[in-house]
Nanobody
C-alpha cells in the first residue's frame, strides 16, 4: 500500500491550501485516514482524522480552520486548510489504517511528507 500526498507549498498568513493523499495498492478497506504534521524541533502531532463513515476529529488549534474529507471510492483523503497561520508551518504526513486483500488485520501506513510553509 502506498500513500501519495500532494498540495503543499508556500502561502501567506490568512491564505489557504488543500492537501490531497491517495492510497493505492492491494487495498481491501481503509478505516481511518488522517493527517499529521511535524514542525522543526517538535514531535509529530495528529492534525485531523476521519473514519470511513465520515466521523472526524481535529487538533484543537485547527478547529474551525481546517476541514478533513475523503472519497472512499478513490481511497483519497483531503485536508482543506484556511486562515493559515505561521504556526501551521510543518511537514504534513498522511496516514491510513488499511486492510490488504487476503488479510484480516489493518496495518498503519504513512505517506511521504509535504511541506507547508506559512510566511509573509
Amino acid at each position: 500500500v502506498q500513500l501519495q500526498a500532494s498540495g503543499g507549498g508556500l502561502v501567506q498568513p490568512g491564505g489557504s491550501l488543500r492537501l490531497s493523499c491517495a492510497a493505492s495498492g492491494s487495498i481491501r478497506s481503509i478505516n481511518v485516514m488522517g493527517w499529521y504534521r511535524q514542525a522543526p524541533g517538535k514531535q509529530r502531532e495528529l492534525v485531523a482524522a476521519i473514519t470511513s463513515g465520515g466521523s472526524a476529529n481535529y487538533l484543537d488549534s485547527v478547529k474551525g480552520r481546517f476541514t478533513i474529507s475523503r472519497e472512499n471510492a478513490k481511497n483519497t483523503v483531503y485536508l482543506q486548510m484556511n486562515s493559515l497561520k505561521p504556526e501551521d508551518t510543518a511537514v504534513y504526513y498522511c496516514n491510513a489504517d488499511a486492510i490488504r486483500w487476503g488479510r484480516d488485520t489493518p496495518y498503519n501506513y504513512w505517506g511521504q511528507g509535504t511541506q507547508v510553509t506559512v510566511s509573509s
